[in-house]
């Protein structure tokens, strides 16, 4: 019945990026690009359709090198292209792990979250989805210390900084966490803790319907 409580309850929805794309031949695109030294903005958003195109035909091979040969090209961007930039590394960590690159998958996840950190800010709301998700990672890895940590300090990150999703979400994770490791007494306080933020963020979500 835990377990199962648990599983419902770890599957909290995270923020997504959507990446539209438009264009027939991107690669000849991004070919094009590279050779008259396109803004780097243009660029990284061309490599992303090419080795999007790649992984969903399942060349992850030829995904994982576009991804790569943009981060080198782009590497003195991270401070204007920040997102952009850790953007690269994030689905390059998807490449490496459907490759079965555990080292350059782990690598690429916590560059991505290095960057957002250092760009865009330890308690920003994106960065802090992607610490989750980083502990997702680690959790695949069976590396369920590490993965608790994180998920601990986005919990208390997102309390301090009234984002009661995240750190339900990752309440939700550490409950989940314990439960894997045999600590049921641990899971169960930690799932009972959840209760009063749900009930926040439903009394706030009421709130925010009714506001102007």
Not at 36 to 48: F, G, H, N, T, V
Not at 145 to 166: K, N, P, R, Y
């Amino acid at each position: 019945m835990l377990a199962t409580a648990l599983l419902v309850l770890s599957q909290t929805a995270m923020p997504s990026q959507t990446l539209v794309v438009t264009g027939e031949n991107p690669a000849v695109e991004l070919a094009n690009c590279i050779e008259r030294k396109c803004p780097a903005e243009q660029e990284i958003e061309l490599s992303l359709r090419v080795s999007v195109e790649d992984f969903a035909d399942g060349r992850y091979r030829n995904a994982r090198a576009t991804r790569q040969r943009s981060i080198r090209r782009n590497e003195d961007q991270v401070s204007r292209l920040p997102r952009q930039v850790s953007s690269l590394h994030a689905t390059l960590a998807t490449a490496a792990e459907h490759k079965g690159d555990t080292g350059l998958w782990l690598e690429s996840f916590r560059k991505n979250v290095t960057i957002l950190r250092e760009y865009i800010g330890e308690i920003h709301p994106e960065t802090l989805a992607q610490k989750l998700a980083l502990a997702d990672n680690l959790l695949k890895q069976h590396q369920f210390g590490s993965a608790d940590s994180h998920c601990e300090s986005v919990q208390f990150d997102a309390i301090q900084s009234g984002l009661l999703q995240l750190a339900t979400a990752a309440l939700f994770r550490r409950a989940w966490l314990s439960f894997m490791q045999n600590k049921d007494t641990e899971a169960r306080q930690l799932a009972i803790e959840q209760s009063p933020w749900s009930t926040v963020i439903v009394r706030q979500s009421k709130w925010r319907q009714y506001s102007p």
